[in-house]
């Protein structure tokens, strides 16, 4: 995700940039850039790589101005390059900008500004906000930032800097974060606590809709209305360390945390009318091409072959295709079976994991065009595919993934319904239902996270064990693969995930008195079988935790323990079901000590086979 850093006052502000955007590394970033405002005018250095790179372009003699801002990019809109690297300007460098966050009608809003004579020179959403403020200027900052705001749909943390008004910085906030830090004589803007810490502990944090203007010795925070708004002055008491994950105790917990905001990212643009129009005309598709597909091959490693399987579930029950789901080390390997009319998808948070970019290789080389779904702009599987589907998750930094997983499967739905309504396949009626079903997950997200006490009860009895098993049924068998994978990774504790009917012809020799077995019974038309699954379980004594929906209350009679997940759809429950498992693995790992970032043995990105 990206950082942005500002800084005005009496000190030279680039040092104090560079080192701000050093504590933000941990968000991820791909590119980095200053722009100084001194007496010589405005001097803007970006640099696509580490910040190293960026200081080397700089140099020693930097300008001596008292202000500036700098951007660390994660890029979403535009590969990873100098040009695209932030701080942006428009057509002149009167109007600086940096910017996190995606806008969502930049398309229409470039086409529309380049009729009025403006030039771009990035591929960038964030550029339209530079031209946009240059377009409306009527020599007040803040007055034209709000009037630019009101065209842009989408989310942002953005500061914009004018030559012509140097004594201020001006930045606003919609869906990104956004503080200000206070000091004496000087004060800074960051995304992020860590950015500020070295100078100040006292910040205000910008809410949504909120502006603010910034000088060395004053801040001023009001509403889209101009209302003037007295804000509390919060005191930071966390470590420079828990600051960098956001005062959480590790990143996984965080991702986990950010999983709503991620959701709500990944829907951006893609779920319009509160869920009740599905567009991804980003992927270019004709209906031709859509109508053409008669098989689906989704193709992954680990957690994104995961994904891949609740895919399948969803893809067969809306689109009636058939649809192979398999493991890229797999396929590479064994020939596959493709037609010029498979529908080939590769799913990778990373973009580079060596397995699946061979496949997709693979697939080329047949003639196939493949579809990545990816969380990295620039990355090669983003590259070589011939269309992308971005995750929008943000920087996955823990090893075990969480927010990509739940993001991957939103993608793979959004693809889905997509499908279903260029092929005819749903009324409107139905597709609107799916849609705003779909859209309200975020919210339902966020109510089992604020659930997570009764989680960490939970993890208490199962960290003592060696060895527990996850069972479930069709979808639910897909979600307990991950469950059992993110418990063995993170806690060391083996996990076995079964089809819930397969228990009996082996695996059941295994119950013994009180082993955990995590039974997912969320599927409302087949409870009764899983109900019976959970019944020879706890015929030899197994300790059953479940997870079903709401409505499904006369299960805890059968059961130890159960987590009712809030009721949705039963094709979406996935999206809700995995948050307690990942939560459950969390906490079983911290119960016992495990590096639950680093686990051992195990890199981020797997770049060899
Ligand atoms: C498990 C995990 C891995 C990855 C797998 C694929 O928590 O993160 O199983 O899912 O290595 O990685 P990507 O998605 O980067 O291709």
């Given at each position: 995700?990206?950082?942005?850093?500002?800084?005005?006052?009496?000190?030279?502000?680039?040092?104090?940039?560079?080192?701000?955007?050093?504590?933000?590394?941990?968000?991820g970033?791909?590119?980095?850039?200053?722009?100084?405002?001194?007496?010589?005018?405005?001097?803007?250095?970006?640099?696509?790589?580490?910040?190293?790179?960026?200081?080397?372009?700089?140099?020693?003699?930097?300008?001596?101005?008292?202000?500036?801002?700098?951007?660390?990019?994660w890029?979403?809109?535009?590969?990873?390059?100098?040009?695209?690297?932030?701080?942006?300007?428009?057509?002149?460098?009167?109007?600086?900008?940096?910017?996190?966050?995606?806008?969502?009608?930049?398309?229409?809003?470039?086409?529309?500004?380049?009729?009025?004579?403006?030039?771009?020179?990035?591929?960038?959403?964030?550029?339209?906000?530079?031209?946009?403020?240059?377009?409306?200027?009527?020599?007040?900052?803040?007055?034209?930032?709000?009037?630019?705001?009101?065209?842009?749909?989408?989310?942002?943390?953005?500061?914009?800097?004018?030559?012509?008004?140097?004594?201020?910085?001006?930045?606003?906030?919609?869906?990104?974060?956004?503080?200000?830090?206070?000091?004496?004589?000087?004060?800074?803007?960051?995304?992020?606590?860590?950015?500020?810490?070295?100078?100040?502990?006292?910040?205000?944090?910008?809410?949504?809709?909120?502006?603010?203007?910034?000088?060395?010795?004053?801040?001023?925070?009001?509403?889209?209305?101009?209302?003037?708004?007295?804000?509390?002055?919060?005191?930071?008491?966390?470590?420079?360390?828990?600051?960098?994950?956001?005062?959480?105790?590790?990143f996984m917990?965080?991702e986990i945390?950010e999983q709503?905001?991620a959701l709500?990212e990944t829907?951006?643009?893609?779920?319009?009318?509160?869920?009740?129009?599905?567009?991804?005309?980003?992927l270019?598709?004709?209906?031709?091409?859509?109508?053409?597909?008669?098989?689906i091959y989704i193709v992954a490693c680990g957690t994104a072959y995961h994904a891949g399987l609740v895919g399948k579930y969803a893809m067969e029950?809306?689109?009636?295709?058939?649809v192979e789901v398999d493991l890229a080390s797999e396929f590479r390997y064994r020939?596959p079976?493709?037609?010029?009319?498979t529908m080939v998808i590769v799913i990778s948070q990373s973009g580079e994991t060596a397995d699946t970019l061979a496949a997709l290789r693979l697939a080329r080389?047949?003639?196939n065009?493949v579809l990545a779904i990816t969380n990295v702009v620039g990355s090669s599987v983003s590259r070589e595919a011939d269309k992308v589907l971005y995750t929008w998750a943000g920087p996955e930094i823990a090893v075990a993934s969480t927010k990509a997983y739940l993001t991957q499967i939103l993608s793979l739905y959004l693809l889905t319904?997509?499908?279903?309504?260029?092929?005819?396949?749903?009324?409107?009626?139905?597709?609107?239902?799916?849609?705003?079903?779909?859209?309200?997950?975020?919210?339902?997200?966020?109510?089992?996270?604020?659930?997570?006490?009764?989680?960490?009860?939970?993890?208490?009895?199962?960290?003592?064990?060696?060895?527990?098993?996850f069972?479930g049924?069709?979808m639910d068998f897909a979600v307990a693969m991950e469950g059992a994978l993110k418990l063995k990774e993170i806690?060391?504790?083996?996990a076995?995930a079964?089809?819930?009917?397969?228990?009996?012809?082996?695996?059941?020799?295994?119950?013994?008195?009180?082993?955990?077995?995590?039974?997912?019974?969320?599927?409302?038309?087949?409870?009764?079988?899983?109900?019976?699954?959970?019944?020879?379980?706890?015929?030899?004594?197994?300790?059953?935790?479940?997870?079903?929906?709401?409505?499904?209350?006369?299960?805890?009679?059968?059961?130890?323990?159960?987590?009712?997940?809030?009721?949705?759809?039963?094709?979406l429950?996935p999206i809700l079901s995995v948050v307690?498992l990942q939560?459950?693995s969390?906490?079983?790992?911290?119960?016992?000590?495990?590096?639950?970032d680093?686990p051992?043995n195990l890199a981020k990105s797997v770049t060899v086979e």
């Amino acid at each position: 995700m990206c950082g942005i850093v500002g800084y005005i006052g009496r000190q030279i502000a680039y040092p104090i940039l560079i080192e701000g955007l050093k504590k933000l590394e941990y968000r991820g970033y791909d590119s980095a850039g200053v722009a100084l405002l001194c007496h010589e005018g405005l001097k803007v250095v970006k640099a696509k790589g580490e910040i190293t790179v960026l200081e080397e372009k700089v140099g020693q003699s930097f300008p001596a101005g008292n202000m500036g801002i700098g951007h660390t990019r994660w890029a979403t809109h535009g590969a990873p390059s100098d040009v695209n690297a932030h701080p942006h300007c428009a057509c002149t460098e009167e109007f600086t900008v940096v910017h996190n966050g995606i806008i969502e009608n930049y398309r229409a809003l470039r086409h529309w500004l380049e009729s009025e004579g403006h030039r771009f020179s990035s591929e960038t959403d964030t550029e339209v906000l530079a031209h946009l403020v240059e377009h409306y200027y009527n020599g007040d900052l803040l007055k034209t930032v709000q009037e630019a705001i009101k065209k842009v749909e989408g989310s942002f943390a953005m500061v914009v800097m004018c030559r012509g008004e140097n004594d201020k910085l001006v930045c606003a906030r919609r869906d990104s974060p956004l503080i200000i830090g206070l000091g004496e004589g000087e004060n800074f803007i960051a995304s992020d606590v860590p950015a500020v810490l070295n100078y100040t502990r006292k910040i205000y944090i910008l809410e949504d809709g909120e502006f603010a203007v910034i000088t060395a010795s004053s801040v001023q925070i009001c509403s889209a209305e101009c209302t003037m708004l007295q804000k509390e002055v919060r005191e930071i008491t966390w470590d420079a360390v828990a600051a960098e994950k956001g005062g959480f105790r590790h990143f996984m917990l965080k991702e986990i945390m950010e999983q709503p905001r991620a959701l709500r990212e990944t829907m951006r643009g893609r779920l319009l009318n509160g869920g009740r129009e599905i567009n991804l005309s980003e992927l270019n598709l004709t209906p031709e091409e859509i109508n053409d597909i008669s098989r689906i091959y989704i193709v992954a490693c680990g957690t994104a072959y995961h994904a891949g399987l609740v895919g399948k579930y969803a893809m067969e029950k809306l689109l009636r295709l058939p649809v192979e789901v398999d493991l890229a080390s797999e396929f590479r390997y064994r020939d596959p079976l493709l037609d010029e009319k498979t529908m080939v998808i590769v799913i990778s948070q990373s973009g580079e994991t060596a397995d699946t970019l061979a496949a997709l290789r693979l697939a080329r080389s047949r003639g196939n065009k493949v579809l990545a779904i990816t969380n990295v702009v620039g990355s090669s599987v983003s590259r070589e595919a011939d269309k992308v589907l971005y995750t929008w998750a943000g920087p996955e930094i823990a090893v075990a993934s969480t927010k990509a997983y739940l993001t991957q499967i939103l993608s793979l739905y959004l693809l889905t319904l997509y499908l279903a309504q260029v092929r005819g396949l749903l009324d409107r009626q139905e597709l609107e239902k799916a849609g705003e079903a779909l859209f309200a997950l975020p919210a339902k997200v966020e109510e089992i996270l604020s659930r997570e006490v009764e989680i960490q009860d939970i993890a208490a009895y199962l960290s003592c064990w060696e060895s527990t098993f996850f069972i479930g049924r069709n979808m639910d068998f897909a979600v307990a693969m991950e469950g059992a994978l993110k418990l063995k990774e993170i806690s060391y504790i083996h996990a076995e995930a079964y089809a819930s009917g397969e228990l009996k012809h082996g695996t059941l020799a295994l119950i013994v008195e009180g082993i955990p077995v995590i039974a997912l019974a969320t599927q409302k038309d087949i409870i009764e079988k899983s109900l019976s699954n959970i019944k020879e379980v706890k015929a030899r004594n197994g300790y059953v935790i479940c997870l079903a929906q709401e409505g499904t209350e006369d299960l805890q009679n059968e059961v130890d323990r159960v987590f009712y997940l809030p009721a949705t759809e039963d094709f979406l429950t996935p999206i809700l079901s995995v948050v307690p498992l990942q939560l459950l693995s969390y906490y079983a790992a911290v119960a016992r000590c495990c590096p639950v970032d680093k686990p051992r043995n195990l890199a981020k990105s797997v770049t060899v086979e």
